[in-house]
């Protein structure tokens, strides 16, 4: 069973905080902006870790494997929805996301992710890692308002307790995502700190 899967590593959230993320993008739909933005599935919502590209389906489990020594060590910690805001920039927006908070713990979780990449022989990411759910990307060409960002977000919690790698694959509705290998955090030391 050969081929390329085109893949990553993300943070699924769920519960009542998945459920707030996917009203929000439903509110952005109603706005001025709505018609600007190629919206994100509401079942594919989660904050990318590390993008790792097109790899042979041979090197999913040890891939999987350099990944999940390195996250293993790591407690679940709590996380909460932030902001809308626009990225990378407000000046030229590519995507309309949620922020994560506090960044410092999942910026650390994808460091870690990161060393287990590298380990298993893939080239360093170059570009710094930002929190983000995606809602939203901007259509080649469009311009959006920042009052766009006025929509009320509930700042609710939930738990890093698990990292996923995933293939995606396009589609016309949108990318489809698929859990290739589940990383639980089961370490016994606390990390949000």
Not at 7 to 20: D, N, W, Y
Not at 38 to 64: C, M
Not at 144 to 152: E, G, H, Q, S, W
Not at 154 to 169: D, I, Q, Y
Request: net charge positive.
């Amino acid at each position: 069973m050969g081929g390329r899967l085109r893949t990553f590593f993300a943070l699924e959230i769920g519960g009542p905080a998945l459920a707030e993320a996917a009203r929000s993008l439903e509110a952005l739909r109603h706005t001025p902006a709505g018609n600007a933005l190629r919206f994100v599935r509401p079942e594919g919502l989660h904050v990318t870790l590390r993008f790792v590209g097109a790899i042979d389906r041979e090197a999913v489990a040890p891939l999987a494997a350099a990944v999940g020594l390195e996250v293993s060590a790591w407690s679940p910690f709590p996380l909460q929805l932030g902001a809308l805001g626009l990225f990378p920039s407000a000046r030229r927006p590519r995507v309309v996301s949620l922020g994560i908070e506090p960044e410092a713990p999942l910026a650390g979780l994808a460091a870690a992710v990161e060393r287990g990449v590298v380990a298993a022989g893939f080239a360093p990411e170059s570009r710094s890692f930002r929190p983000h759910l995606t809602l939203a990307r901007v259509r080649e060409g469009c311009r959006i308002d920042p009052a766009v960002l006025a929509t009320k977000i509930e700042p609710l919690r939930f738990a890093a307790r698990g990292v996923v790698l995933f293939a995606s694959r396009p589609d016309e509705g949108g990318s489809v995502y698929t859990a290739l290998e589940r990383l639980e955090l089961r370490g016994p030391v606390s990390q949000t700190t």
